[in-house]
């Protein structure tokens, strides 16, 4: 077979196979005709690849066109929910407002009903005073009037008698008038002149009585005029106990406060043995402006006195229950061990210590009180507040610069809106 399929060439003398050669071209047909083919698919394909390329192209366009036409849409959805929402909103703080305005009316009209209940009722005040001022001053008119008239009628009773007696008589009553009117200008003057040390006296007397009065148990010495010293001496007495000490007291009732009184003072206060001393007086001391001690000696004003010489007192009988107690020193700390391990101390303790609890317990009770109240109203305050800037905000909004700035809602140096001309 191999040999019936190839040939000689007569020319050069070579063998060449047949088959070989009718394969190369066939192959080559096939190629051929396949490149063809290729070439042929190759263009449908390039023009396939154009129209998809114009396609995608003009889908893209339309994507974008349809995305644009959307967005548009879904910001008009948009703008409508949002002013839907708004209006609700909207709504919703003017119902609130309108309720909030409606109580803040309400409690005005309430507080202006009261404030006109209270207009009239001082108005009718003031017109029944008007009226009694007005009756007042009629009446005085016509006593005036009719003592007037009397003293006319006398005046000429007095007249007509006058002028029936004798000259004589009349010299003696213009004389006696004369002698009547030089004897009240003396007294007048003597009045003036005893003025100062009748007002001592007056509270001299006042401190004696108050003394006498608050003290029954104590005895009130009054020192006679003309005697050296104060004016009077208090002696301590209790119910058990006889003479547990001695205050001096002297009062004062001049325009100025002389300093030679307290040295004065303090050698009365020795003369007589007395445990304390006590200035009364209507005019303090320079350097001490109320109650207080100078000097070892008290000085203090007719108010201040009551009350001091009730702790002085005290003082007195503690100071002399002091010294009692230590004459018996071992009796009095049996006593004492006894009275501190009784059940009677330990009661009182025990109604000290529960007063000062429930006077604590009430004490904090009133103070969460009050807290609460503080909250609410501060809570209250709060929300009108709130209530009011959102509505000022709203009316700003739709108004604009129609609308003239509240400072309290503004930022700090924000420029006051005005009308544009």
Not at 176 to 202: I, N, P, W, Y
Not at 278 to 293: C, H
Not at 297 to 319: A, D, H, M, P
């Amino acid at each position: 077979m191999t040999n019936q399929t190839k040939i000689i060439c007569p020319e050069c003398g070579a063998s060449i196979d047949v088959q070989d050669v009718l394969a190369h071209q066939l192959e080559a047909g096939i190629k051929k005709k396949y490149d063809s083919l290729l070439h042929e698919e190759q263009m449908k394909f390039n023009v396939q690849q154009e129209q998809l390329l114009r396609d995608k192209e003009a889908f893209e366009e339309k994507k974008k066109r349809e995305n644009a036409l959307f967005q548009e849409r879904l910001e008009k959805q948009r703008e409508e929910d949002r002013k839907i929402m708004q209006q609700e909103i909207r709504k919703k703080i003017s119902e609130e407002q309108a309720a909030e305005l409606g109580l803040l009316q309400k409690e005005l009209n309430e507080k202006s009903e009261k404030l006109r209940e209270l207009n009239q009722a001082k108005a009718e005040i003031e017109r029944l005073k008007r009226e009694k001022q007005e009756a007042k001053a009629q009446a005085e008119l016509e006593a005036e009037k009719k003592l007037n008239q009397t003293l006319s009628l006398e005046r000429d009773k007095i007249q007509k008698l006058e002028a029936e007696r004798s000259e004589l008589k009349f010299r003696e009553l213009e004389k006696q008038l004369e002698d009547q009117k030089k004897l009240t200008e003396e007294m007048k003057r003597k009045q003036d002149q005893a003025s100062g040390q009748f007002q001592g006296e007056v509270q001299e007397l006042a401190i004696e009585e108050w003394l006498a009065t608050n003290f029954p148990l104590d005895t009130i010495q009054e020192i006679k005029k003309g005697e050296r010293g104060g004016d009077c001496l208090q002696i301590v007495h209790t119910r058990t106990q006889q003479n547990c000490g001695t205050i001096y007291y002297e009062s004062k009732r001049t325009k100025q406060f002389q300093q030679a009184w307290l040295e004065k003072f303090k050698a009365d206060i020795r003369d007589k043995g007395a445990d304390i001393g006590v200035i009364v007086t209507e005019v303090m001391p320079s350097d001490l402006p109320r109650m207080g001690q100078k000097e070892g000696i008290w000085i203090c004003n007719y108010e201040e006195f009551k009350g001091l010489s009730g702790v002085l007192r005290q003082t007195i009988i503690q100071i002399h229950q002091m010294a009692a107690a230590q004459e018996n020193k071992g009796d009095k700390m049996h006593l004492l061990y006894h009275y501190l391990t009784s059940s009677a101390f330990r009661m009182q303790i025990e109604a000290i210590v529960e007063g000062f609890i429930q006077l604590k317990d009430d004490l904090e009770s009133e103070k969460r009180a009050m807290q609460k109240i503080w909250k609410q109203r501060e809570k209250q305050i709060e929300k009108v507040l709130i209530n009011t800037t959102d509505m000022y905000g709203s009316i700003k909004g739709i108004a604009g610069n129609a609308v003239e700035n509240v400072r309290a809602l503004e930022l700090p140096g924000a420029e006051p809106s005005g009308s544009e001309e």
